[in-house]
């Protein structure tokens, strides 16, 4: 990581690098476990003092990966890339970790080989946003773990926006635009199912009808402002609009799409390292694509 200190008065290394999330316990990790601080090219302690356009550079030590995760040598379809993050257009069909009965079909097993095959020092998988395995779109994975408790900490602080396209056969309200706030819990009896019910936790979701494709077809926008399982499916089930395809709430099957009609379809986030202001795009997954040509629809928006 590379930092310029810009002020005109002078700080301490320590407290500049607090400012940048840097903590003094991963202080502690960078002093004693092989970590580096350098400024305009020579190692310094924390105490040094910095100048105005000092250039520093933070070397994090190497994380041990401990896990036995099985390489999956699919095709990655990476989005964005930079020493700290790696965002991707996750398919449908995989599980974002592994799970009990599918230790080799996840996410995580394709970015272990596309680690391994990049030869990238640290090979530790840290997913930061999940999404259902039969949900596609853009997720993002941390390259190291100040990675991923920095944005985690954006995600907390409501600072990440992930936006869904998402296609009914009915549609949510009147309204075009609205909000659904209603708490989301297990469904008793079921360890998969989720429901409305008082005893759920606060659940906001936002929505914009962007388009209807034909008389019984609805394109949505969709802003999660909390992160509940399965949250838009059970939001529009519970407003008599489940979504296409997604059986488990409610939806019609409409072949050939096989799963629920749900795609990530952006990201914007202020890279909490670099400070740059993203937004990734992810493009509609072939499978939904190839099931609106066959409903006789233009992909107008995304």
């Not at 004693?32 to 933070?58: C, M, R, W």
């Not at 990049?118 to 998988?125: D, F, M, P, T």
């Not at 952006?266 to 993203?278: D, G, K, Q, V, W």
């Amino acid at each position: 990581m590379e930092f310029q200190w810009r002020a005109h008065q002078s700080m301490y290394v320590r407290s500049f690098l607090k400012g940048r999330g840097i903590s003094r316990r991963l202080l502690n990790q960078i002093k004693y476990h092989g970590g580096k601080i350098i400024v305009n090219g020579h190692p310094e302690t924390v105490k040094y003092t910095l100048q105005v356009g000092d250039i520093v550079q933070v070397t994090l030590p190497p994380e041990q990966d401990t896990s036995v995760l099985a390489f999956d040598h699919g095709e990655l379809p990476v989005l964005y890339e930079d020493d700290h993050y790696l965002i991707i257009n996750k398919p449908p069909g995989l599980t974002s970790i592994p799970v009990y009965y599918d230790d080799t079909n996840s996410i995580a097993n394709w970015v272990k080989a596309y680690y391994e095959s990049h030869h990238y020092e640290n090979q530790v998988i840290h997913i930061v946003t999940r999404l259902d395995r039969l949900t596609s779109g853009g997720m993002v994975i941390a390259k190291h773990r100040f990675a991923h408790t920095l944005l985690e900490d954006l995600m907390l602080a409501g600072d990440v926006t992930k936006v869904y396209t998402a296609y009914t056969n009915h549609p949510v309200s009147s309204d075009k635009h609205g909000w659904i706030e209603a708490p989301i819990g297990r469904k008793d009896g079921s360890i998969i199912e989720r429901c409305v019910t008082p005893a759920g936790k606060p659940a906001k979701t936002e929505y914009w009808m962007e388009e209807k494709l034909k008389s019984d077809l609805y394109q949505y926008r969709v802003q999660i402002h909390t992160g509940r399982t399965h949250q838009i499916r059970v939001h529009f089930a519970h407003q008599g609009a489940p979504l296409v395809g997604d059986t488990l709430y409610g939806g019609n099957a409409r072949p050939p799409l096989n799963r629920q009609a749900l795609h990530c379809c952006s990201l914007s986030f202020t890279h909490p390292i670099t400070r740059e202001a993203l937004h990734i795009t992810a493009p509609l997954s072939s499978d939904i694509r190839e099931w609106l040509q066959t409903e006789g629809v233009t992909i107008l928006k995304q």
